[in-house]
């Protein structure tokens, strides 16, 4: 697993790996993986410079570390470094797990329409997410310009460091009802794995809320156990 892009997040695919294992495989046993964490600036830098040639090798270089640790797989525990995954999977020595494949096949599987998209803003303007829920004939939607900046900036100012603040998950809640109101959606994909470490639990007002994190730490399980 690539982790550290958020710290935060990858503590929780741990906890969740290891949890998820464990109520399937009932012999007392426990998953072993390898985390490599990287350093969540380099990746920061690389998108505010819209240098994703240098991200997608950056990222390629510290996955090249992990079949070198013995895994047979990866994944790397983030949504926004998914914006090169199409280019650094082919290269991969080992197959890669994708956030966003993982996602969509479970908002097919609860058959869901029409989803609101949050996360950083690299995620909510690029096209990685769409491209793959067009395919099952899911539509997303983002949020105003005004309510990207707020997620894009508590994100960072306050989610990746661990920050969880009750006036923040009102503010999140809002853009939801808002959306809700106005856009007709039946779903929330929180593509920032911080984002569900503030909004805790399946479902809003009726709303269902994709914790992609969860998704793709059960798609690991899925593969560990297969």
């Known amino acids: 697993m690539i982790g550290g892009v958020g710290p935060e997040s990858t503590i929780d695919y741990y906890k969740n790996i290891i949890a998820m294992y464990r109520e399937r495989q009932r012999d007392g046993s426990y998953p072993q993986f390898v985390i490599n964490s990287i350093d969540l600036k380099k990746g920061i830098d690389f998108m505010k410079a819209d240098n994703l040639t240098a991200m997608a090798d950056y ?3 510290e996955i090249l570390k992990l079949p070198r640790g013995g895994a047979e797989f990866g994944l790397i525990a983030a949504n926004t470094p998914h914006i090169v995954f199409d280019d ?4 991969s020595p080992i ?16 058959k869901l329409k029409r989803l609101a998209l949050f996360g950083t803003r690299y995620t909510m303007q690029a096209d990685f997410y769409p491209k793959v829920f067009s395919r099952e004939g899911i539509d997303l939607v983002v ?3 005004k309510d990207q900046d707020y997620i894009h900036e508590k994100y960072f100012a306050e989610l990746v460091p661990g920050i969880f603040l009750p ?6 809640l809002a853009i939801i009802d ?9 779903g929330v994909i929180l593509a920032g794995t911080e ?17 992609t994190g969860k998704i793709h730490c059960q798609a690991a399980v899925n593969e560990m156990l297969s």
């Open 59 to 61: 990222l390629l270089e």
């Open 88 to 91: 650094i999977a082919p290269k």
């Open 95 to 110: 197959p890669l797990i994708s956030i966003v494949e993982a996602t969509c096949a479970h908002a097919k599987a609860q």
């Open 143 to 145: 949020p105003e310009p």
């Open 167 to 172: 006036e923040t998950r009102a503010g999140l």
């Open 178 to 186: 808002r959306m809700k109101a106005g856009s007709d959606i039946d």
């Open 195 to 211: 984002i569900p470490l503030i909004l805790r639990g399946e479902s809003h007002n009726g709303i269902a809320l994709l914790d």
